[in-house]
Structure formats: structure tokens, C-alpha cells
């Protein structure tokens, strides 16, 4: 059985960074042809793709947000991680990770809120 589980500050300062895990078990994050991605859903807002890396550790990232996003991962320990640096309060969401987002193989985390205030 396939798990994602999110780790991670839950408040942060606006300019300070933002750093998130996403520990995945039952299956590798090299298994091709499976992607590895981040999404954010705001206050009363929609789901925000912020970007993903693939099995092969190619990373694509959502123009909106690439000037402030890495992904990155360990495969040691299962992991990809999510860095989003000069915070705003505007970046305050809830934070899932997610196999294949938006497709029918897709499995997501239990997600994990992020506030930034100062």
C-alpha cells in the first residue's frame, strides 16, 4: 500500500523559508514512470500545483511560483522536499504531497497547514 505523509513547520514568518517533506512507503520515488508533486490548497481557494519531481529526478515547477520553489530529494530515506523561500502571508495554505497528481494511479498525503504571519 502506497503512503505519503508530510512533515514539516506548521507557522513561519513572513521572508523565512519554507521547508517540507514528503516521506513515501510501499513503493520507491526511481519507480518509473511514477511523479512526485506539491500542491497547496489557500483559505476557500482551489488546489494550487506548485510542482513536481520525476522518477528520474527531473524537477517542473509551476511558473507562478519557480522564482521562490526547489524540489529536491533524497532517495536514501524515500523523500522529496519542497523549499519556498521569501514567505508571504499569501502562502498560507494546507500543503500536500502527492504520486501523480491529477491522473487515476494519483495518491495523496494527509497534508499538512502551513501559516505564515508575522
Known amino acids: 500500500q502506497v503512503q505519503l505523509q508530510e512533515s514539516g513547520p506548521g507557522l513561519l514568518k513572513p521572508s523565512q523559508t519554507l521547508s517540507l517533506t514528503c516521506t513515501v512507503s510501499?513503493?520507491?520515488?526511481?519507480?518509473?514512470?511514477?511523479?512526485w508533486s506539491w500542491v497547496r490548497q489557500p483559505p476557500g481557494k482551489e488546489l494550487q500545483w506548485i510542482g513536481l519531481?520525476?522518477?528520474?529526478?527531473?524537477?517542473v515547477l509551476s511558473p507562478s511560483l519557480d522564482s521562490r520553489t526547489s524540489i529536491s530529494r533524497d532517495t536514501s530515506k524515500n523523500q522529496f522536499t519542497l523549499q519556498l523561500r521569501s514567505l508571504t502571508p499569501e502562502d498560507t495554505a494546507v500543503y500536500y504531497c502527492?504520486?501523480?497528481?491529477?491522473?487515476?494511479?494519483?495518491?495523496r498525503g494527509q497534508g499538512t497547514q502551513v501559516i505564515v504571519s508575522s
Open positions: 502527492f504520486r501523480d497528481y491529477n491522473s487515476p494511479t494519483s495518491v
Open positions: 519531481i520525476a522518477h528520474s529526478g527531473i524537477t
Open positions: 510501499g513503493v520507491s520515488i526511481t519507480t518509473n514512470p511514477y511523479t
